[in-house]
Nanobody, 124 residues
Framework: QVQLVESGGGLVQAGGSLRLSCAAS????????MGWFRQAPGKEREFVAA????????YYADSVKGRFTISRNNAQNTMYLQMNSLKAEDTAVYYC?????????????????WGQGTQVTVSS
């Protein structure tokens, strides 16, 4: 069992930056893929970025490529999402998730564990 807790959300002006954190407990994340997803009001949850814990291989949604960076700290069992050049359309609740299969995926149903989410609001 893996427990995930997100932090770092808040209110920021368009063009600004935020860094989200996802702290994992319960076991080490070796062999897992970790992902960030987001859900805006009235919209479906969507993939943002993922990282393969063992190799640090990363994968991004086109909408955030070049603006967001996913990374991890193995010693602290923590994943990060650095968000730069934020836009109003980035406003959403951001969730971190863990996939027990060591294979990058953007598919929500393939992720086994989820955090409670953290709100990111970008004012225009």
């Amino acid at each position: 069992q893996v427990q995930l807790v997100e932090s770092g959300g808040g209110l920021v002006q368009a063009g600004g930056s935020l860094r989200l954190s996802c702290a994992a407990s319960g076991r080490t994340l070796s062999g897992y893929v970790m992902g960030w997803f987001r859900q805006a009001p009235g919209k479906e949850r969507e993939f943002v970025a993922a990282i393969r814990w063992s190799s640090s291989f990363t994968y991004y949604a086109d909408s955030v490529k070049g603006r967001f960076t996913i990374s991890r700290n193995n010693a602290q069992n923590t994943m990060y999402l650095q968000m730069n050049s934020l836009k109003a359309e980035d406003t959403a609740v951001y969730y971190c998730a863990a996939d027990r299969r060591d294979r990058i995926s953007a598919t929500i149903r393939e992720y086994d564990y989820w955090g409670q989410g953290t709100q990111v609001t970008v004012s225009s």
